[in-house]
């Protein structure tokens, strides 16, 4: 079955950089593209980030371009996303989901979600 | 960048009733690219409709979509117990470009 399982969250400080990855497991990994979803403490959904299949494509929320960055290893099965210059507004669940259609050429509907790592940005 | 609004905020209803929740997209969502979640608190979202009406895998046949342009709706035909829940609407016709709506919150009258 379908696992992805976030890591990485934390309390850190404004300004400061923290890295969030994603093990995935139960699908072929290197055929899906992966986003990046947020949900701050009591709101609602805020995409951030997708990344292709094959990472050559990347694409990001006005809000968190310039600061974030995604990426994946496929030899890894793992996904992750970079944040620097982290702001207390990005406080928020973070969620590793799943795209998907395979090796497709346009985002689709999120069919897996993990569970979510907590960041927390304050001083 | 295309705004999505849900309505109502709050849903009251008891179970068994019809719930009837609304997605309104600011501009026309096309190919009908237009998905649906449940989440419960604590948990990640769920998704239910894909392609404005396509029951995603395992989901009962009470949830139902439809609409397309920019109007859509999801049915839920008889409220039981665990469907009491936040729904989101999301867009993904501005591929690669992903929104999701505000969110409306069905609860137990």
């Known amino acids: 079955q379908v696992q992805l399982v976030e890591s990485g969250g934390g309390v850190v400080q404004p300004g400061r950089s923290l890295r969030l990855s994603c093990a995935a497991s139960?699908?072929?990994?290197?055929?899906?593209?992966m986003h990046w979803v947020r949900q701050a403490p009591g709101k609602g959904l805020e995409w951030v980030a997708v990344?292709?299949?094959?990472?050559?494509?990347?694409y990001y929320a006005d809000s968190v371009k310039g600061r974030f960055t995604i990426s994946r290893d496929n030899s890894k099965n793992t996904l992750y996303l970079q944040m620097n210059s982290l702001r207390a507004e990005d406080t928020a669940v973070y969620y590793c989901?799943?795209?998907?259609?395979?090796?497709?050429?346009?985002?689709?509907?999120?069919?897996?979600w993990g569970q979510g790592t907590l960041v927390t940005v304050s001083s | 960048e295309i705004v999505l609004t849900q309505s109502p905020g709050t849903l009251s209803l008891s179970p068994g009733e019809r719930a009837t929740l609304s997605c309104r997209a600011s501009?026309?969502?096309?190919?009908?690219?237009l998905a649906w979640y449940q989440q419960k608190p604590g948990q990640a979202p769920r998704l239910l409709i894909y392609?404005?009406?396509s029951r995603a895998t395992g989901i009962p046949d009470r949830f139902s979509g439809s609409g397309s342009g920019t109007d859509f709706t999801l049915t839920i035909s008889r409220l039981e117990p665990e469907d009491f829940a936040v729904y989101y609407c999301?867009?993904?016709?501005?591929?690669?470009?992903?929104?999701f709506g505000p969110g409306t919150k069905v609860d137990i009258k």
């Open positions: 989901a799943k795209d998907a259609d395979i090796v497709a050429i346009r985002t689709s509907e999120i069919d897996y």
């Open positions: 139960g699908f072929t990994f290197s055929s899906y593209g």
């Open positions: 990344i292709s299949y094959d990472g050559s494509n990347k």
């Open positions: 501009q026309s969502v096309s190919s009908s690219y």
């Open positions: 392609g404005a009406s």
């Open positions: 999301q867009q993904y016709g501005s591929s690669p470009w992903v929104t």
